[in-house]
């Protein structure tokens, strides 16, 4: 990895004047996947509460494709005026280095404004799936060495990542189990596919399968943070089978090179004054989604730690930049 947040940090030049006029016209927040997540959800519901607060609109326009790619290189020419934005899960932002020889966008010259909440991974299968426990589905891929399939959000994705590390450490000294991949562009449209039995198994964020799971369309198996979600109390963390399997989606917010410091911290501070409302903490419960908020500083020091993990994560598994 180059040097990116030193250099990031460099370029964020004091424009008090900039950052006193924002907002003074609608502010579009580029969302890289499709409609039907909590990557989507998430800023829809932060922007209500924005466009209230400053009578901007704040426009949610889902850019979906090519791992992110779209969406960054839209970020990337546009103007440092803190009018366009995107909220994003980690992948564009500190998985694609790691997976792409060459990117058409720098993520690393990307300046952090927030994160805006977290939400673990979930373990789920069709309910055709004779399977209500990890070991049980474990013992039956074993049993079925290629016959299932898993959905995720493509061949890059958390969602990817985390079911190859599960299968890694499912496998044992026999090696990954095997289940065969079938990418989808969002969440949206692999939990529609693992819905209709298209597919077993999808490792997905918790925020937006819980109600699926409450009507029994769907099974948790697991949860991936450190212990046990409130949201599903009765699912074991992933942990508790396989010691340090953890995996958590953060959402974060990032504007274009060189926004200036004084821009990117009054952006800050609007997101993470909305993240305190009750309501909005009400409603991110509601989507299993734990609010953060972070300044620019705190989360371009988080980035590079998560960037790292998933480095490690993306070796691990044997992955090669392509």
Request: hydrophobic residues 45%; glycine residues 8%.
């Amino acid at each position: 990895m180059r040097l990116a947040f030193a250099l990031l940090l460099s370029v964020l030049v004091v424009s008090p004047a900039v950052a006193q006029d924002w907002p003074s016209k609608p502010v579009r927040i580029l969302v890289p996947f499709p409609p039907g997540g909590a990557a989507d959800a998430l800023p829809r519901i932060v922007g209500e509460k924005l466009a209230a607060r400053f009578s901007q609109p704040f426009v949610v326009e889902n850019r979906a494709g090519a791992t992110g790619a779209i969406a960054g290189e839209l970020l990337s020419r546009a103007d440092p005026d803190g009018y366009t934005l995107i909220s994003t899960p980690p992948s564009p932002l500190v998985l694609n280095p790691y997976l792409y020889l060459k990117l058409p966008y720098d993520p690393w010259q990307f300046v952090p404004v927030t994160v805006m909440a977290s939400i673990p991974s979930v373990m789920l299968v069709h309910p055709k799936v004779q399977a209500s426990t990890v070991q049980e589905f474990v013992a039956l891929a074993r049993a079925n060495p290629g016959k299932m399939n898993y959905a995720s959000q493509g061949a890059t994705s958390v969602s990817f990542l985390t079911t190859e590390m599960f299968m890694n450490a499912a496998g044992g000294k026999d090696g990954p189990l095997r289940i065969t991949h079938i990418p989808y562009k969002g969440t949206g449209p692999g939990i529609a596919a693992l819905l209709a039995g298209e597919t077993e198994l999808m490792i997905d964020n918790l925020g937006a399968t819980v109600p699926h799971v409450r009507s029994g369309r769907l099974k948790a198996l697991a949860t991936f943070g450190e212990k046990r979600h409130p949201s599903l109390p009765e699912v074991p963390a992933m942990a508790e089978i396989y010691p340090g399997l953890i995996s958590v989606i953060w959402f974060g917010v990032v504007a274009p090179p060189k926004t200036p410091l004084a821009l990117a911290e009054k952006m800050s501070a609007a997101f993470n004054e909305v993240l305190k409302l009750a309501e909005i903490q009400k409603r991110f419960a509601d989507m299993s989604a734990e609010p953060l908020g972070m300044t620019p500083a705190e989360m371009a020091r988080f980035m590079k730690q998560d960037a790292e993990r998933w480095r490690q994560a993306i070796q691990a598994v044997g992955l090669k930049p392509e």
